[in-house]
């Protein structure tokens, strides 16, 4: 028995089910998510025409068929197709295609060197968001054996490369002739290609020749839906019909709930009582079970529309206590860190699929170096004697530096402090009016819209002497302080793959750690202006 294994990491169902997490991160929304996909059909179908106008319009951050895309850089493995053909279907395709749209036309295959070239594209390129690779069976090579467990064992190795860097990889592959009456049964191959895939895609034509075809989806983050499209005269695959056209309830929360929380400043109740109020007929499904979870997952886009929840327990029921942003209570949930830092721990390492900045076990942050493979770790600290990896977030490491600090900008008061609020001071139950001019009364309303504020309030914070504080810039901070987090990652790859030798980061880990104490102490001392 091998007394030095670490033990499991586990966490308990009634933590996990209240635990805010991040939603999956889509390349096209609702449809095309991070991680790993195939689309397959017949040849000569359609599909590289489809892979091209879908490399060159998410570089251009365009809609995908009415579906938004997050915009970035994109790169497509064109390898049964020479540069003449590339170009010749682009003038056909569109205008002028960006910069940010990559093609290569020959590469290495799988376990020998493909892993690498893909590494090293997507550390040097950190926006990217989609690599196409047309097709799977140009990057296997020859001499391979098509069992379960080599196309499990190859598929796994690109999951594992879209995961760590946070983006989508779309296999293009073939179907078999024979019909079947479930359509992604016909992927060449084994079982083991549709079980490790994220997503699976299949492009089917009415009829030979036809210019109309079904596109089937379904995934482990999207539901089952057909697409019908129509191939136009540029050879662009327009959409006909989506049977998925009720909605997706995660784009809508936010505004349910704002036009929910308009009228008043606070709610306490259960998830059944939540959802019969924001969904009183039942028409877009928002069960009790669903208005948690759309909660939970979206605590991001409820903060930008500026309301803020806590989730706790009392007589065994869950409890949704949600606050408007100009509300007299607007507390600001312990558990959350909106940085992404990492407390301090003498906790094993824990290494569970989230997000950086997600909470990873109900009594800490996920360690943002814990990605390092055990053996690896012990191996890199017997040879250097590197001191053990502190669990705080160290320095940006792609030579941009630390972004500069917000602005701070004070409107009034004297000593730098805490809005207190007293359950007296919370009351308005008192009515004064006062004569003042018309451009001072623009005055007050602009900076009182400017610290996110009712007038009242900020009159009365004012006239009591308590400081009102804007944080200006915040939001580009934490965008920079996300990115150290993805460097950090791409870090701990390289060290995987043995192309690090030692990542000693306790001095830069430090600096930033000093950083991120500072914003959480300006977060406690007034407002933030998004």
């Not at 609702?30 to 000569?44: M, W």
């Not at 998410?58 to 995908?64: D, N, R, Y």
């Not at 997952?297 to 606050?323: M, Y």
């Amino acid at each position: 028995m091998n007394t030095n294994t670490e033990p499991l990491c586990t966490i308990d169902g009634a933590t996990l089910m209240s635990m805010p997490l991040r939603p999956p991160n889509f390349v096209v929304d609702t449809l095309l998510s991070r991680g790993l996909h195939i689309l397959a059909g017949s040849p000569k179908v359609g599909k590289s025409w489809l892979a091209l106008w879908l490399a060159v319009t998410v570089a251009k951050g365009e809609p995908v068929w009415n579906l938004s895309v997050n915009q970035g850089t994109t790169l497509y493995l064109c390898l049964e197709d020479s540069p003449l053909r590339i170009q010749n279907r682009l003038f056909e395709i569109t205008e002028d295609a960006p910069s940010s749209v990559h093609f290569c036309t020959d590469s290495h295959v799988l376990g020998q060197g493909l892993e690498e070239q893909l590494e090293t594209f997507l550390a040097e390129h950190q926006d990217a968001v989609l690599v196409i690779i047309d097709t799977l069976q140009m990057i296997r090579g020859a001499g391979y054996d098509n069992t379960y467990a080599n196309d499990y064992r190859d598929l796994s190795v690109l999951k594992k490369i879209a995961d760590a860097h946070g983006a989508a990889i779309l296999l293009i592959h073939h179907l078999r002739k024979e019909r079947a009456d479930d359509v992604f049964s016909r992927i060449s191959g084994t079982t083991a290609i549709s079980g490790a895939v994220d997503s699976s895609f299949t492009l089917v034509e009415e009829r030979r020749g036809s210019g109309r075809a079904k596109l089937s989806c379904i995934g482990r983050d999207i539901e089952y839906r057909e697409l019908e499209l129509q191939r136009n005269g540029e050879n662009v695959w327009e959409l006909v019909s989506d049977s998925s056209q009720s909605g997706n309830p995660e784009e809508h929360i936010s505004n349910l709930l704002s036009e929910f929380m308009r009228s008043r400043t606070e709610f306490t109740g259960t998830p059944t009582e939540l959802s019969e109020q924001i969904d009183p007929d039942g028409a877009m499904g928002i069960t009790p079970r669903k208005v948690t979870r759309l909660i939970l997952q979206n605590a991001t886009a409820l903060g930008e529309a500026g309301i803020t929840h806590i989730v706790r327990r009392s007589n065994g029921k869950r409890l949704f206590q949600l606050h408007r942003a100009d509300s007299a209570i607007n507390p600001v949930p312990q558990n959350l860190d909106p940085f992404g830092t990492v407390r301090p721990t003498e906790a094993p390492v824990c290494a569970f699929p989230v997000e950086v900045g997600e909470c990873a076990h109900p009594s800490r942050k996920r360690p943002l170096l814990g990605l390092l493979w055990p053996q690896k770790r012990n191996q890199l600290r017997g040879r250097e004697k590197i001191p053990p990896l502190r669990r705080e977030p160290a320095s940006h490491l792609s030579g941009r530096g630390l972004p500069p600090p917000p602005r701070q900008t004070q409107y009034s008061g004297q000593k730098p402090g805490p809005i207190l609020r007293t359950e007296d001071q919370m009351k308005k139950d008192t009515t004064f009016s006062i004569r003042i001019s018309s451009g001072d009364l623009d005055t007050i309303k602009r900076k009182a819209k400017q610290a996110r504020m009712s007038q009242s309030d900020y009159v009365t914070r004012c006239c009591l002497g308590r400081q009102v504080v804007v944080i200006e810039d915040l939001k580009e901070a934490a965008k920079q302080l996300r990115s150290i987090g993805n460097n950090l990652n791409r870090l701990t790859v390289l060290a995987n793959m043995g192309r690090l030798d030692a990542a000693n980061l306790e001095g830069m880990a430090q600096e930033l750690a000093s950083v991120s104490a500072a914003l959480r102490e300006l977060q406690e001392r007034g407002r933030w202006q998004k």
